[in-house]
Structures are given as structure tokens and as C-alpha cells.
């Protein structure tokens, strides 16, 4: 697994590298230096520095190295794009998501959505708490959702329902479409992924 990040990273890198770097700016909504070479991108509530001369991605607060998956979807985010697109403001689920969504979705069911549901089923209410720490805002579906801004251009929000003795608890992540113009399915699904696992790591920080 770590040699299939590895090279999705590497790639990342050489794809970003061919972009131009003014385009990337104006099309992805991130901040350019050029006499530094380094884009200055939104990821949650947080700001990331990506540095094209040196090859490296900093949290901008602390200096600190992102996961690797993290620092996937970064240059992903930089370097997906093909032309100008903007979002289309309504929400889908991942199964609506073209080139392959309905494919991964029982996966994707089974592992970030599963711990969307064991985390919060029983206590909608703790997702807000849990999601105001990424920046996220409440919104109005199910019995507790967020919406958070992961980066300038890609919204997701996410929904539970409380469970009870009739009906079992739910959760989903919902995207929108307009994500298939800035990530390929693959950091889809990731980014999905990702942001259920800070949610849950959070939850548990929060009940230490």
C-alpha cells in the first residue's frame, strides 16, 4: 500500500509540474507565489503550502508534513483539472458520480460510511461538535449534517440519522457533481474517505 501512495505522489508532482501555474490559480481558486514557487491551498480550515521547487507540503500554521494521503489529494487538486469548471451547487450521492462511483460504492459503504454510523448513530447531535473543529456547518438534512469546505472548489457534506429499536442508525457522505471535473474517481472516493476518518479521530479525541 505505501509503494501505491508513493507513486501516485510522484505522479502528482510530475502532473502538477506540467500545469501552468497561473491557471492552476485562477481555475482552482489558490494562491500562487511565483517567486517562490509554492501555491498556497485551502484544505479544510487550514492552509497548506505545496512547493513545486523543492517538492514539499507544509501545513502553513505549524510547518508540519500532511499524511500522505492527505498530500495525494493536494496535488490532485492542482493537477486534475482538464479546463474551468465551477460547482453546481446540489448534492449526490457517490453512486451518481460518473466514471465509476456506483463500482466502489458498496466498498465505500462498508468502510467510511460504516464508521460514520458507529461513531455517531446513536448521537447525531455529536457530529456538529465533531465537524465545527474542521470548519464544517450545519446544514439541514437527516438528523445531523455538515457541511465543509475541503478545498476552494470541493464541498462535502455529511448526514446521519439516529437509529432505534425499529429502524437502525444511517449516515452517507454526499458530493457535489462537479467534483468529476476536479479529482478522478480514485481521490473521489479518497476525499470522502478522508473526511470520515477525521471525523471519527476527532470523536475519539473528544471522548478521551
Not at 496535488?75 to 460518473?98: D, M, R, T
Not at 480514485?186 to 475519539?204: D, P, T
Amino acid at each position: 500500500m505505501e509503494s501505491n501512495y508513493r507513486v501516485a505522489y510522484n505522479k502528482g508532482w510530475q502532473d502538477l509540474k506540467q500545469k501552468d501555474p497561473e491557471e492552476v490559480s485562477q481555475y482552482m481558486q489558490v494562491t500562487y507565489l511565483p517567486e517562490v514557487q509554492q501555491f498556497i491551498v485551502p484544505m479544510f480550515n487550514e492552509n497548506y503550502i505545496v512547493d513545486i521547487q523543492h517538492e514539499t507540503i507544509t501545513r502553513q500554521a505549524d510547518g508540519k508534513t500532511p499524511e500522505m494521503e492527505a498530500a495525494i489529494l493536494l496535488l490532485h487538486y492542482l493537477s486534475f483539472f482538464q479546463y474551468q469548471a465551477e460547482p453546481a451547487n446540489k448534492w449526490v450521492s457517490l453512486k451518481e458520480i460518473p466514471n465509476g462511483g456506483i463500482l466502489f460504492y458498496p466498498a465505500f459503504r462498508k468502510t467510511p460510511i460504516q464508521s460514520l454510523i458507529n461513531t455517531f448513530g446513536n448521537r447525531p447531535e455529536f457530529l456538529l461538535t465533531c465537524a465545527a473543529r474542521l470548519g464544517g456547518q450545519a446544514a439541514k438534512f437527516g438528523d445531523a449534517a455538515a457541511v465543509f469546505q475541503v478545498f476552494p472548489k470541493i464541498p462535502l457534506c455529511a448526514v446521519v440519522w439516529e437509529g432505534d429499536e425499529e429502524v437502525a442508525a444511517n449516515a452517507t457522505i454526499l458530493y457535489d457533481p462537479s467534483i468529476a471535473h476536479f479529482l478522478h474517481i480514485e481521490s473521489i472516493i479518497g476525499v470522502g474517505w478522508h473526511l470520515a476518518q477525521r471525523l471519527v479521530k476527532l470523536a475519539a479525541k473528544e471522548q478521551s
